[in-house]
């Protein structure tokens, strides 16, 4: 099965900072079928980006996802309160679906 | 509005059965997969489980096979999970989630999500 690695496993930040969160897969994700998943404690994966680069329904456009083969990224360009959060990236591309452990935003 | 509603969970013994449900309104239930994915407290996401749009084909985690069965009802727009043999290490958060096509297999993944059911395996 393929493995996802995030990177870093916390990230300090300042609201209006930008974000750079990293994801690395243990062999190339075909098609580019990763996807980035926002979770917030106590609720449910949402998600914010899928086929690596396209941002999902109602999603702004703050957030952008990029990356192919083995590395991807997912950038926050002007971070807002809300966006403080753990954020996941799943390959949808092999069996079986596989998700990273997990990126926590925090604030500084 | 696309919601998906678990229930069923609960506290349940190590070797014991219990059964999950999903009930799904705001979009057309029989024309997409669904999965199952869990998430064992303070950790990661795990995909359990997944059915195509018909029901024909199913998929199951390494973890699960041969223990979990996934099922849906399209008389009543409900998909379930029923789980058997039940390990301390299944102890997790279940959520229900929406595929983006027909089939449950790779090439799609999850657009919706519930707000889960938490299953508790101890003695």
């Known amino acids: 099965e393929i493995v996802l690695t995030q990177s870093p496993g916390t990230l300090p930040l300042s609201p209006g900072e930008r974000a750079t969160l990293f994801c690395r897969a243990s062999q190339s994700v075909s098609s580019s079928y990763l996807a980035w998943y926002q979770q917030k404690p106590g609720q449910a994966p949402r998600l914010l980006i899928y086929?690596?680069?396209s941002r999902a329904t109602g999603i702004p456009d703050r957030f952008s996802g990029s990356g192919s083969g083995t590395d991807f990224t997912l950038t926050i360009s002007r971070l807002e309160p809300e966006d403080f959060a753990v954020y996941f990236c799943?390959?949808?591309?092999?069996?079986?679906?596989?998700f990273g452990q997990g990126t926590k935003l925090e604030i500084k | 509005e696309v919601q998906l509603l678990e229930s069923g969970g609960g506290l349940v013994q190590p070797g014991g059965s219990l059964r999950l449900s999903c009930a799904a309104s705001g979009f057309t239930f029989s024309s997409y997969a669904m999965s199952w994915v869990r998430q064992a407290l303070g950790k990661g996401l795990e995909w359990v489980s997944s059915?195509?749009?018909?029901?024909?084909?199913?998929y199951y985690a390494d973890s699960v096979k041969g223990r979990f069965t996934i099922s849906r009802d399209k008389s009543k727009n409900t998909v379930y999970l029923q789980m058997n043999s039940l390990r301390a290490e299944d102890t997790a958060v279940y959520y229900c989630?929406?595929?983006?096509?027909?089939?449950?297999?790779?090439?799609?993944?999850?657009?919706?999500w519930g707000q889960g059911t938490l299953l508790t395996v101890s003695s």
């Open positions: 799943q390959q949808y591309g092999s069996s079986p679906y596989t």
């Open positions: 059915i195509s749009a018909s029901g024909t084909s199913t």
């Open positions: 989630a929406k595929l983006t096509a027909w089939y449950g297999d790779t090439g799609t993944y999850f657009d919706y």
């Open positions: 086929g690596a680069s």
